[in-house]
């Protein structure tokens, strides 16, 4: 069955570090997403993207956070400085259409010291 | 604004059953429900479109009040696999056409042989 993969599964950096979590949506699909997850709280949306541009952001995403689809599978999401309270899970998902459910990844948890 | 869930945590014995809640203050074109275990993805349970709709798999069903912009997830006898955190995600009918699904706090759902 066809599945989300993200990589890697668990980053640990150093406040002020620059991250990338990538993510291999489903094939077919061709709406892309990062969540996040403090733990213990609920999933926050990011960003979607849609036609290699973002379509959709919160506020959570500012200027320290970039998303690019490099080639044909990968999705990755940047943070440029990281700060402490970055750490999170943090969770890839893609659609088939807007409005359709979205099948997620397993997670990178990332760690910031 | 993020969606209301209720109640925030339940514990049942097996076979027993279980009403999730969520609500929002916003006109819904949709309501996802998703169940994530402690350290896993969310996995996706159903979607439920504007249209006040019933939707279920085995012994897992939901419904969405359109008029009331509310939706409840019914879990009837339940299974020890049902354990897990209940998220809906709502996708409000002034941002339709882009993907930014809002998470309710979860409902912590606890079943017990």
């Known amino acids: 069955e066809p599945e989300v993969t993200q990589t890697p599964s668990h980053q640990v950096t150093q406040m002020g570090q620059e991250v990338i979590l990538r993510c291999v949506p489903i094939s077919n699909h061709l709406y892309f997403y990062w969540y996040r997850q403090i733990l213990g709280q609920k999933v926050e949306f990011l960003v979607s993207?849609?036609?290699?541009?973002?379509?959709?952001k919160s506020e959570i995403f500012d200027d320290q956070f970039s998303v690019e689809r490099p080639d044909g599978s990968n999705f990755t999401l940047k943070i440029r400085s990281t700060k402490l309270e970055d750490s999170a899970m943090y969770f890839c998902?893609?659609?088939?259409?807007?409005?359709?459910?979205?099948?997620f990844g397993q997670g990178t948890r990332l760690t910031v010291v | 604004q993020q969606p209301v869930q209720s109640p925030q945590a339940v514990i049942l014995r097996e076979g027993e059953d279980a009403v999730i809640n969520c609500s929002s203050s916003?006109?819904?074109?949709?309501v996802h429900w998703y169940r994530q275990k402690h350290g896993e993805a969310p996995v996706f349970l159903m979607i439920l479109l504007k249209g006040g709709e019933q939707k279920g798999h085995e012994k897992i069903s939901a419904s969405f009040n359109e008029k009331k912009q509310q939706s409840s997830l019914y879990l009837t006898a339940s299974q020890l696999s049902y354990s897990g955190t209940y998220f809906c995600g709502t996708l409000s009918q002034s941002n339709f056409g882009n993907e930014k699904l809002t998470f309710g706090t979860g409902t912590r759902l606890t079943i017990i042989p």
């Open positions: 993207f849609y036609n290699n541009e973002i379509s959709e």
């Open positions: 998902a893609s659609s088939v259409e807007a409005g359709l459910e979205a099948f």
């Open positions: 916003k006109a819904l074109y949709s």
